[in-house]
T-cell receptor
Framework: QKEVEQNSGPLSVPEGAIASLNCTYSDRVSQSFFWYRQYSGKSPELIMSIYSNGDKEDGRFTAQLNKASQYVSLLIRDSQPSDSATYLCAVNPQRSNDYKLSFGAGTTVTVRA | SQTIHQWPATLVQPVGSPLSLECTVEGTSNPNLYWYRQAAGRGLQLLFYSVGIGQISSEVPQNLSASRPQDRQFILSSKKLLLSDSGFYLC??????????????FGNGTRLTVT
């Protein structure tokens, strides 16, 4: 089982719709979770961090975390063509001697104008 | 604020030639430093990470090596490049204190093509 798994994608949504991205993780003790956006040919950019169960909103982005279900999601409201990118889910292990962030393979989102 | 510099942005090298990619971080001290590689259309592959000067952990056995000669400098090297070394190389940092709660911050990357 992979440590972090994401929707295989690609995900195509019309402009103005909600894009929903899902991520599950295997390490039950994980405590911090991140979403990155990566445009084609560019480096990943941090867009959301979430540490507690529930929702966290930042502009058009909402991250949702459910530790009991080992599930974290990202919602993009009012999707714009500029949101077309690959979204990476990343999970931090809660172990002081483990310095590696686990990344999912990414979900590619295309927003249709 | 913290910034990360990575260079060069693009590089075309013949098979068998050496490689040196450099990354520096400003505005923080004792960061954790990382080298990733991303093949075309693929996910991120962790190559090396460092939690301090001279401390290098290797994730994948291959013809690459890394060094950290200074606190905020991380270098990726190879003595002889292979075709399979082509890819997008990313340097990243995060705070060394309470690193397990910290996100990674990536440099702009180096696109390496081995011909």
């Amino acid at each position: 089982q992979k440590e972090v798994e994401q929707n295989s994608g690609p995900l195509s949504v019309p402009e103005g719709a909600i894009a929903s991205l899902n991520c599950t993780y295997s390490d039950r003790v994980s405590q911090s979770f991140f979403w990155y956006r990566q445009y084609s040919g560019k480096s990943p950019e941090l867009i959301m961090s979430i540490y507690s169960n529930g929702d966290k909103e930042d502009g058009r982005f909402t991250a949702q975390l459910n530790k009991a279900s080992q599930y974290v999601s990202l919602l993009i409201r009012d999707s714009q063509p500029s949101d077309s990118a690959t979204y990476l889910c990343a999970v931090n292990p809660q172990r002081s001697n483990d310095y590696k962030l686990s990344f999912g393979a990414g979900t590619t989102v295309t927003v249709r104008a | 604020s913290q910034t990360i510099h990575q260079w060069p942005a693009t590089l075309v090298q013949p098979v068998g030639s050496p490689l040196s990619l450099e990354c520096t971080v400003e505005g923080t001290s004792n960061p954790n430093l990382y080298w990733y590689r991303q093949a075309a259309g693929r996910g991120l592959q962790l190559l090396f990470y460092s939690v301090g000067i001279g401390q290098i952990s290797s994730e994948v056995p291959q013809n690459l090596s890394a060094s950290r000669p200074q606190d905020r400098q991380f270098i990726l090297s190879s003595k002889k490049l292979l075709l399979s070394d082509s890819g997008f190389y990313l340097c990243a940092w995060r705070t060394g204190e309470y690193s397990y709660n910290s996100p990674l911050h990536f440099g702009n990357g180096t696109r390496l093509t081995v011909t």
